[in-house]
């Protein structure tokens, strides 16, 4: 089975530019989170979808947004990219059922390079 | 926020000998997560704890769910060279779909393993 997959795998913008990036959850997974890893730190928390619905944001500025479609894949978008937000950016998927046990699965992120 | 202490940031050992590390937090967290990354890849999940006071084993790692609920340790036992890259523990405050969102997850600023052959 498939895991959770990210694309693209890199990314080279300029200042100011626009970015998408994208998220397919394992198969039967309802939710996904977004999360931002700068070098040398923690996964930051971005955003969490669950049935196209936002159940959770981070601590990021307006110019972070994101969506989760029909087929619970998720996109991410980013407007006016600044230098500091180079960094990989992580989807997470998970069933979605909220229990306790909701465990929370990778994918390999989205390098995004802002020059 | 919350913020999660890992610590040590960095460990250097030979092969064979086990590892130790924690993680402490400013506030209560309902479950405590350990996962593993690895250079150009996403955290992989090592274990979950769900209670304070739980301790979890997978293969050579155990890991503890603090008795304060505020902090949890993993033991690495006889190290060995794929057991390199990057541990991270991460705390999660809410369980349940229809309040905080439980696909937040607070991490620690990570340990960096290194196992010399």
């Known amino acids: 089975d498939a895991g959770v997959t990210q694309s693209p795998t890199h990314l080279i913008k300029t200042r100011g530019q626009h970015v998408t990036l994208r998220c397919s959850p394992i198969?039967?997974?309802?939710?996904v989170s977004w999360y931002q890893q700068v070098l040398g730190q923690g996964p930051q928390f971005i955003f969490q979808y669950y049935e196209k619905e936002e159940r959770g944001r981070g601590n990021f500025p307006d110019r972070f947004s994101a969506r989760q479609f029909p087929n619970y894949s998720s996109e991410l978008n980013v407007n006016a990219l600044l230098l500091g937000d180079s960094a990989l950016y992580l989807c997470?998927?998970?069933?979605?059922?909220?229990?306790?046990?909701?465990?929370?699965?990778f994918g390999s992120g989205t390098q995004l390079s802002v020059l | 926020g919350q913020q999660l202490n890992q610590s040590p940031q960095s460990m250097f050992i030979q092969e064979g000998e086990d590892v130790s590390m924690n993680c402490t937090s400013s506030?209560?967290?309902?479950?405590w997560l350990w996962y593993k990354q690895d250079p150009g890849e996403g955290p992989v999940l090592l274990i979950a704890?769900?209670?304070?006071?739980e301790l979890t084993s997978n293969g050579r790692l155990t890991a503890q769910f603090g008795i304060t609920r505020k902090d949890s340790f993993l033991n690495i036992s006889a190290s060995i060279p794929s057991d390199v890259g990057i541990y991270f523990c991460?705390?999660?405050?809410?369980?349940?779909?229809?309040?905080?969102?439980?696909?937040?997850?607070?991490f620690g600023q990570g340990t960096i393993l290194t196992v010399h052959p």
């Open positions: 997470a998927s998970s069933p979605g059922t909220g229990s306790r046990g909701e465990k929370l699965f």
């Open positions: 506030s209560i967290f309902n479950t």
């Open positions: 198969s039967g997974h309802k939710s």
């Open positions: 704890l769900y209670k304070a006071g």
């Open positions: 991460a705390g999660r405050l809410g369980n349940n779909a229809g309040g905080t969102s439980y696909g937040k997850l607070t």
